[in-house]
Structure formats: structure tokens, C-alpha cells
């Protein structure tokens, strides 16, 4: 199948319908497309043929465009990741695997234009974030929840306000970050570093004040990235886990037990924020992310090192310490709630169950005013609060460059030869 195919599919597919996030190629079954979480056949006339094994490695072979890194690793392990480019269209996070002797392909669409904590709803405590000048942050949630999204956003408030050098470890790089104010080199697994410890540890070498690590997904990166952020660097990443609490739990559970009250300190003493997401239904369509945010103080560290009890939680620790930024799901879904983001039927199916909670949505049900949110949803442009850490860098903040525009559409002269033709053509 020659590119100039596989690009054209790729278009059809994605003009089939609305808010289209992934594209699935299984055997079995003709390509679909994912929409708001829900897999779908794609709306065109006339319908996609029924997937063999041998169309989806056509497909597989075509969008790996012969390079035998990817190749081997596909072969050796089972999988592969990778970003494919379709000019004008849109850009991917492309993963290939195999399943029951054939392959199988599930591409990511990718935004061209990077969002801004504004743009995403996300609360206030990201514009903390963006200023610490050390430590750790990370953004959990299950796959599909918008972490990638969320850590792009993060990441260009540091680079448009922030004079400082950037270092990125990706697999693979999905958003392209141009240099603002800020210096960014982005690398890519496979192709820039062998494995994400050694890509951390030579960033070090490479004097950033910023260093994003893809995923925290094994003990030697973790030991890393703790290490760097102990040493006057600020560490973003990414986990898949569903709240802080676990977060934590998952983080001690890489290292021995004779190891882990050490690590339990060096985590108390190194985080700075953790901020769990999961993405719940729209009233007018799409969806938003709700999330919970556990920020450092006193008695997160302390909880940090000790571990929850009955009495002493996180949860607990998340709801009476809204001043530092923090909330927990609850509270952000009343808050979504109040403002017209989600409806009553979205906030019951996805809190906690806690009794309070079912109370104060009676009370927005009944038009009575709720108890007062804990987070503000924050307006297009809100002003950040003013630091109140001692690791947070407050500079006089200069005038933003103007957003990314989107990519310049492309004109795809090609024929779509994939056993059929758009209808019309």
C-alpha cells in the first residue's frame, strides 16, 4: 500500500464524523474510529470492507515507512510505538501489536495545536506547577484519559513564560513544542535514547532546568527522576494510576521492602504535586477532565511517609487543604456540575458514593445553593494566584507569543485505492 493510500484512508476515516480520537484496525472487522469513548463504524457510502490479516499488515508495513528499528522491536516484543504525519491532517500516536498471529493498529490522533491550561479547564494549581523551580510532578490516570494532553498543556505555560532549557523524553514525541521564551530539544525513545533511564540520566548532562519523562514505568527511572529532582531540577511525567494515594502505593511497590521507608522519604521530600485525571461526558457533547490534585505540605508528607490509616487519608488531606490548590474528584465534579459542564447523571456515576457528596448534589438538583466549591472553574485568561512556596519561581510574567496556529491544510492529490472509492468520486 503506498503512502499516498494509507494518508487517504486515514483522511476518510477522520472526516466521518465528529470529536474522531482514535482509529482502530482489527482483523475480523472493517477499520473503525473512536468517538467520545465509544468505538463506531465510520458513516461512509459505500461501506469499508471487512479487515483480513493481510490488509491490516499492509496497513502496519505502510505506516512503519521501512524503518527496522521499529521493525525488530515490533518482532522481538510483540509491539511497537511510533508518530506518523499526515500533512495537513493531523499527526498520530501509532502503536502496532499482535494478536493471535496477526497485527492489529490503534493510531492516537494528536492535536496540531498544543492547548493551554485555559483551554482544558484545569485548575488554578497548574499555574503553580509551571512555576517551581525543583521537584516532582506527575500526572496519573488510566489509559485514554488525557494525560499526554494535560502534560503538553503544562509544559507550554513553562516554555511561553519561563527563559529556561527544556529536555523531553517521549514515546513517541506526540505534540510539537516550538521554542517560546523557553528552549525545548525534544527526544524521541528508539530513535534519540535506548531506554528512559539512560535518555534521564544523560539529560542531566544536558543542562536543562526542565525535564518531562514520558511515562514512570520501572524502578531505574524512578531512582532517576527522583534523583533529578533532589538536584535543582524540575521532573514532569506521567503515570497510570487512578488517584494520588495509589500513585504513591505504586511508586514505593517498585523497590524491595527493605528499601522502602528510604524511598517513602525521598518522596515526601521530592514531590511537589500529583494530579490524578479521568475524562466524564459533556453536557453538549465531548467530554472534560475531572481531576484530583494533592499538592505538598505538611501533612501530605507526613502521610507520604507514614501511609493512610483509617483516620489519616489523602482523600481527607485533599478536601480541607483547598487554599494550596488542592481538591479532590468530588469536589471538582460538583464544581464541573455548578458551572453547566456535566449534568446531575454524570456527577452521580462518577463520585465517590460519600454521603456528603450525595447531599450536596441534591441540594444543586433542587436549585439550592451548594456549599461553596472548592476549586473555581477558571475563566479563559484568569490571572494565576501568587506563589506561596518557597520552590515556586514568581518572575514578572512578560507578554505571552501569540498561540501556535494550526498547521496549514495540504492539498492530498490521491486516489483511494484501498478496494474502493469515496462515494462521489
Known sequence: MRKAEINALLRLLLESGDRISDLNFTPGKPAQVESDGELKFP?????????????????????????????????????????????????????????????????????????????????AAFERMARLRDGLVLVTGGPGTGKSTTLAALLNEVNLHRPVHIVTLEDPIEFLHKHQIGTVNQRELGTDFDCFANGLRAALRQGPRVIVVGELRDRETVETALSAAETGHLVLSTMQTVNAGQTIERLVSLFPAAEQQRQRNRLASAIRYVAAQCLVPKVDGGRVAALEVLASN???QDLIRTGETTEKTFY??????????????????ITLLEAGFIDEATCRHYFSGRVEVAHQIDRISHGAPGLPPAVAVPATGAPAPAASSAGEVAPPR?????SQPPDAAADLKVDFTFGRKRHGR
Open 43 to 123: 458513516f461512509v457510502d459505500p461501506p469499508l470492507p471487512e479487515l483480513t490479516p493481510f490488509m491490516t499488515e499492509q496497513v502496519a508495513l505502510s505506516l512503519l515507512e521501512q524503518r527496522p528499528t521499529l521493525m525488530r522491536k515490533l518482532l522481538a516484543t510483540g509491539a511497537c510505538d511510533f508518530a506518523y504525519s499526515v500533512p495537513g491532517l493531523a499527526r498520530f500516536r501509532v502503536n502496532v501489536f499482535s494478536q493471535r498471529g496477526t497485527w492489529s493498529i490503534v493510531l492516537r490522533r494528536l492535536a496540531t495545536r498544543i492547548p493551554g491550561i485555559h483551554d482544558l479547564v484545569l485548575p
Open 298 to 300: 505538611f501533612r501530605t
Open 316 to 333: 481527607k488531606a485533599m478536601t480541607d487543604g483547598f487554599k494550596q490548590g488542592m481538591q479532590t474528584f468530588d469536589q471538582h465534579l
Open 398 to 402: 512578560p507578554p505571552a507569543p501569540p
